[in-house]
């Protein structure tokens, strides 16, 4: 198993990469646009990635963030091809030092190796002479970017979406970070998302505006029952009663209670 869905949106093309195609967060997208590449997949994918690239000519890698199931091919890629990778600059050394990586992760996504990247610019201007603006959207990781094409009105978000009603969250997120990222997108006229699990959505705003509205409503939510006496793992069980499988071999490093946990400390402030 290796490339589950091909795709072409225009003059954006796709490729679904993963190990496993059990659920959207078990395989990846990365994307491609006139001379560039959107992250560069999973470890376990090269060979399909890198046929990809001389296919399409890239020329240069943008990396949405340093997670392994993005930046994951970036070392061969830049040993092979000598492709300059362009991330933002708090992202830096965890790619040049590494990082470290679990058991589960290195199951799903394989190992990554250090690599040196670049540091973002300060103005994106491609080939077609389409201007590309980063936008600097912290929470799931700190160095995590989104790529806004103003004239397309459409942005490449990354992990800033993934769903409306997400139930889960990484130990090492930050939910404050993230909802002033989501406002902070919202601020900028476009349509369309082109997101690294979920795949192109033509009404992405819409969807990442109703993600907002939940969770800020589950902020609310957590902070009445708190009110009540209830504790974080009461509302847990309330709120997301079945335990999923991803916290189960994650040994919760993804989990409802780091959601709700985050909650709880946001609600605490207000």
Not at 10 to 35: K, P, Q, W
């Amino acid at each position: 198993m290796a490339v589950f869905e091909k795709f072409k949106y225009g003059d954006v093309e796709g490729i679904r990469v993963g190990r496993f195609n059990l659920a959207d967060n078990t395989n990846s997208i990365v994307y491609f646009f006139e001379e560039i590449m959107i992250d560069s997949g999973p470890p376990y994918q090269y060979r399909f990635i890198c046929d990809k690239i001389i296919e399409n000519k890239t020329r240069k890698i943008f990396l949405t963030h340093h997670h392994e199931d993005h930046s994951g091919n970036c070392s061969k890629i830049i040993k092979k091809l000598n492709l300059p990778v362009y991330m933002h600059k708090s992202g830096l050394e965890y790619c040049k030092n590494g990082f470290p990586i679990r058991m589960y992760q290195k199951a799903v996504w394989g190992n990554t190796r250090p690599f040196k990247a670049l540091p973002l610019p300060d103005k994106i201007i491609l080939n077609s002479g389409l201007e590309l603006i980063a936008i600097h959207t912290p929470g799931h990781s700190l160095d995590h970017v989104c790529f806004f094409i103003p004239e397309k009105k459409s942005i490449f978000t990354g992990d800033l979406f993934l769903g409306v009603k997400p139930r889960l969250l990484r130990a090492d997120e930050n939910l404050k970070d993230q909802i002033k990222s989501i406002k902070n997108v919202l601020t900028y006229d476009f349509n369309t998302i082109y997101c690294s699990h979920k795949g192109m959505i033509e009404n992405g705003r819409s969807l990442l505006e109703k993600k907002l509205e939940y969770l800020n409503n589950l902020i609310e939510v957590v902070k009445s029952y708190s009110l009540k006496g209830y504790n974080a793992d009461q509302i847990n069980k309330i709120l997301f009663k079945k335990r999923e499988t991803a916290e189960i071999i994650s040994f919760n490093h993804l989990s409802g209670m780091n959601l709700i946990l985050q909650c709880f400390e946001i609600a605490g402030e207000k």
